[in-house]
């Protein structure tokens, strides 16, 4: 994916989807919202890819994989689903369900969690700035 934020829609395919959008940048790599682009039907995926850096890196593969057997395994409504696992270009990615909704960070800009915290990752933002966070916590 040339530019994260700069990928034209019809740009490009992975398999049956095409990416229409660019959506976030995390600490291993993008997620794209994408559309599967064959004629068997019509169906919005988000598609997480890594960045070729990151997909140059075993371990980091192996967390990638990790990550999506992991979100797989919990089975819950309020996970997403992940399709399918692929490589592309010499980096890794994998198709998951397309959610509709607001972010985690716009729901918690506009709700207070409790009473002494209505800003939860601003305690994270020393390790935010150093990229560890997304790492330690699992997020990319």
Not at 1 to 13: C, E, F, I
Not at 77 to 92: E, K, L, Q, T
Request: glycine share 8%.
């Amino acid at each position: 994916v040339n530019g994260a934020r700069q990928v034209p829609p019809n740009a490009l395919r992975l398999g049956n989807y095409e990416i229409t959008r660019f959506i976030a940048r995390g600490g291993m790599g993008a997620v794209y919202e994408a559309r599967r682009a064959d004629t068997q039907f019509e169906q919005r995926v988000a598609i997480k890819i890594m960045s070729r850096a990151c997909s140059a890196n075993p371990i980091n593969v192996e967390r990638f994989v990790h990550e999506a057997k992991a979100v797989n395994a919990i089975g819950h409504a309020n996970i997403v689903d992940i399709f399918s696992f692929g490589h592309h270009d010499g980096r890794c990615f994998f198709v998951m369900e397309w959610l509709r909704g607001e972010s985690l960070r716009q729901r918690l800009d506009r709700e207070a969690i409790g009473p002494h915290i209505d800003r939860p990752w601003a305690e994270l933002s020393p390790w935010s700035r150093s990229g560890s966070s997304w790492r330690c916590l699992g997020w990319s």
